[in-house]
């Protein structure tokens, strides 16, 4: 299958990732081929909607998304650990404690950097 066939099947399948503010949102159908199948590194933010910190982070963390919103460098995502429908079995996976928490993806890893 030809390397540009895929990410076409992919969307095609899973559809395009939902962008707030220019951050990626990632959800339980999109986490792996966001984060983890990314060509690219990937800093995501693990949060809760209802979190002090999180809000406060929050025109932070846009900023920093546009930043690098056409950037080849860097993706920036986020995972709402409070969405039952895998936000919270992702969250758990990477053994978020507080919130906010930053995972720091390399191309390729399945295993994140704090």
Do not use: N
Not at 25 to 50: I, M, N, R, S, Y
Request: with cysteine.
């Amino acid at each position: 299958m030809s390397a540009t066939l895929v990410p076409i099947i992919a969307l095609a399948i899973y559809g395009p990732a939902a962008r707030k503010e220019g951050v990626i949102v990632a959800t339980a159908k999109t986490f792996k081929q966001e984060v983890l199948e990314h060509d690219g590194p990937v800093a995501v933010q693990l949060f809760a909607p209802w979190c002090g910190h999180c809000k406060a982070l929050k025109p932070t963390w846009s900023q920093f998304a546009a930043k690098h919103k056409d950037s080849k460098e860097l993706l920036v995502a986020e995972v709402d650990c409070t969405d039952s429908k895998g936000g919270e079995a992702i969250c758990e996976r990477y053994d978020v404690e507080g919130f906010p928490t930053i995972k720091y993806f390399d191309a390729g890893e399945s295993e994140p950097e704090d």
